[in-house]
């Protein structure tokens, strides 16, 4: 009875919600919250989704391109198509704001976006982050804040450049003009922006 008690407390500590979260990067959860299941892989997160219908699936985008954010993408369109998971919201936490990726979010039927590094998932700030899903975190929402002329570059299988497409994607962005001009709503201090050179 005294176990039953104490899991119930953790319950309301976390908000009451009942979370399912995919964290291809981690061995082991790093937080225990009653109502919480950790899965590491897409099938199965797909399979608990269908079984136990949580509240709430997060997902933890890996920061370097590759497989398994292809395969995220991939459990986010499955899960907007079955009849038994279309309705519960997925979240998806990536470390900053990627166009490309958002993108095929929003086109696999995700709802949220959230940026954040790895402390969240190893501390109860992931807590907060699953509460507060306010309209100005959905991915159309956050879509209208980057600029349409980013592009992504190849480096190797752990990084790419991201450069800008309005400027005949010669122009390397990161940094200051990244956050201040290419995250930034309208883009108004961009001259490439306003007057596109084009790909060619």
């Not at 997060?58 to 038994?84: I, Q, T």
């Not at 790419?160 to 956050?179: D, H, K, N, Q, T």
């Amino acid at each position: 009875m005294h176990k039953q008690e104490q899991s119930s407390d953790m319950y309301r500590r976390t908000g009451n919600l009942k979370l399912l979260i995919c964290d291809p990067l981690q061995a082991k959860p790093s937080i225990e919250c009653a109502g919480w299941r950790w899965t590491y892989g897409a099938i199965d997160l797909f399979d608990l989704a269908v079984d136990e219908r949580p509240e709430l699936i997060v997902l933890r985008f890996p920061k370097a391109p590759g497989n398994v954010r292809d395969e995220l993408v991939a459990l986010c369109r499955a899960l907007s198509r079955n009849s038994h998971t279309r309705e519960i919201p997925v979240l998806a936490v990536l470390h900053e704001k990627h166009r490309f990726v958002m993108d095929a979010l929003k086109d696999a039927g995700v709802r949220y976006v959230r940026f954040a590094d790895d402390r969240v998932f190893r501390s109860n700030l992931l807590v907060d982050l699953a509460r507060n899903l306010r309209p100005e975190f959905r991915v159309a929402e956050q879509l209208k804040e980057i600029c349409p002329y980013i592009r992504y570059q190849p480096l190797d299988e752990s990084a790419e450049l991201r450069v800008c497409g309005a400027y005949r994607s010669r122009l390397v962005l990161g940094g200051e003009r990244l956050l201040e001009t290419c995250e930034s709503k309208d883009h108004v201090g961009c001259p490439y922006f306003l007057s596109p050179r084009g790909e060619t």
